[in-house]
């Protein structure tokens, strides 16, 4: 098992940054891709980036520039930058976890996830 915890999340306004910090405990972190995703009210869970264990990223394209994804093996932390934030960011953000060396931008590809963070970018 792996247990997430999301935090960082909070009110910006339109042009701000927040960085949003996944916390792993459970097995060995080093293992496993993390992913972020997000939700909007009314919308489907949609991807946002991924770190490999390699550390290779990916980004969705409606963030590509804007967001970067780290991870601190050591911290069992992985963090989500995000620069020149728009109203269109306002989700919960939710980090997932599952071992492999791939990349896997699906929600259902994921085995484990938080209970998701907060961010609300106001105009």
């Known amino acids: 098992q792996v247990q997430l915890v999301e935090s960082g999340g909070g009110l910006v306004q339109a042009g701000g940054s927040l960085r949003l910090s996944c916390a792993a405990s459970g097995r060995t972190f080093s293992n496993y891709a993390i992913g972020w995703f997000r939700q909007a009210p009314g919308k489907e869970r949609e991807f946002v980036a991924q770190?490999?264990?390699?550390?290779?990223?990916v980004f969705a394209d409606s963030v590509k520039g804007r967001f970067t994804i780290s991870r601190d093996n050591a911290l069992n932390t992985v963090y989500l930058q995000m620069n020149s934030l728009t109203p269109e960011d306002t989700a919960v953000y939710y980090c997932?976890?599952?071992?492999?060396?791939?990349?896997?931008?699906?929600?259902?590809?994921?085995?484990?996830w938080g209970q998701g963070t907060q961010v609300t970018v106001s105009s």
């Open positions: 997932a976890a599952r071992s492999g060396i791939f990349v896997y931008s699906q929600t259902s590809q994921y085995d484990y």
């Open positions: 770190i490999s264990v390699s550390t290779r990223s």
